[in-house]
Structures are given as C-alpha cells and as structure tokens.
C-alpha cells in the first residue's frame, strides 16, 4: 500500500489541467512528479539539457495543441532570463514548478544568491509567480497556477519552498 504525498496530489493535478508533456533538468526535490510521468504513458517525459529548453519545449506544445510543464530548481531560474521572452511577448500559457534552494538549512552557499533572486527576477521577467510553503497548499496553489497559466496564455511560476521540500544534506 502506498501513501500518497502532496507529489502526488500535484501530479493529479497537472493531469486534470490537461497537462501531457512534462520537461525537466533532473532533481531529487522532483524527484515524484519525473518518476509518476515516466511511468504514465499519457505522458511524455522530456529530460532536458538545460532549463531555457523547457521553454522552447513548453511553446512547441502549444503550438502541437498539448499543455507542458517545466520541473526546474531555483538555480536553473538564471538559464532562462532570456528565454522567459518567448511565452510573454508570443502570448504563450507557461507553467513551470521550482524547487528552491538557499533557503532553510541550506548547506551550499553557492545555492544561496540564485534562491534570493528567484522570486524578483521572475517577476521582472513577466512570471506571476506564487509560493507554497506548506504541503496543504500546494495542490490548489498547482491548479490555480495551472487554470492561470494555461486559460489566460500568462507565464506562471510556483515556487516550492526549501522547507517544503526538505533542506539537502552534505553526506562525506
């Protein structure tokens, strides 16, 4: 018997959202959401390169009639400055889902400037962006973020907190 997590409540989500392509960079903190997509065969699971090519992958959907999203960490915000363009001034619907790092017990300090400028730097590109901080909020915050994104063609960005998601631990 498995106990079901908010992961998964996020999962059911973007799938009644209609969501059927899932980009992502590979991390723990996402871990969930990738292993439930590679085992859906209604959905594609795309492991990218680089975040900004989530974007493209995420506009190419559209484009085909599909609705995507892309499973990035914080760090992997400042990739995609210049992609964050494409879904604004193209009138595009874009979800994305970050896991934040150099929040709550990070141990890394070099996580630390991009989870400070996470938040602002999506914002100055045009993202509304929305933060779960406790599991009971995240799978409304999903699917409003998702109802958002996807009914009014806006860049849309839920921010898992550190302390949501759990700190990362140096093992030596």
Not at 37 to 52: G, K, R, S, Y
Not at 97 to 113: A, I, K, S
Request: glycine fraction near 8%; charged fraction near 15%; hydrophobic fraction near 50%.
């Amino acid at each position: 018997m498995t106990t079901e997590t908010w992961q998964d409540g996020v999962y059911a989500a973007l799938k009644r959202a209609g969501v059927r392509q899932l980009g992502y960079v590979p991390d723990a903190g996402h871990i969930r959401l990738i292993e439930r997509a590679h085992a859906d065969p209604d959905m594609h699971a795309v492991v990218l390169t680089t975040e900004e090519e989530g974007i493209a992958l995420a506009a190419g959907a559209h484009l085909g009639g599909q609705r995507a999203v892309l499973l990035m960490q914080s760090s992997g915000v400042g990739n995609c400055i210049n992609m964050l363009s494409l879904p604004l001034n193209c009138r595009m619907p874009f979800l994305t889902l970050v896991t934040m790092r150099g929040e709550w017990g990070e141990f890394n300090p070099w996580q630390v400037p991009m989870g400070s400028a996470t938040a602002p730097v999506l914002t100055a590109a045009g993202v509304h962006v929305r933060r779960a901080d406790h599991a009971s909020e995240v799978v409304d915050m999903v699917a409003a973020s998702a109802a958002l994104a996807f009914d009014s063609a806006v860049p849309v960005a839920v921010l898992f907190s550190q302390r949501l998601i759990g700190a990362k631990v140096f093992v030596k």
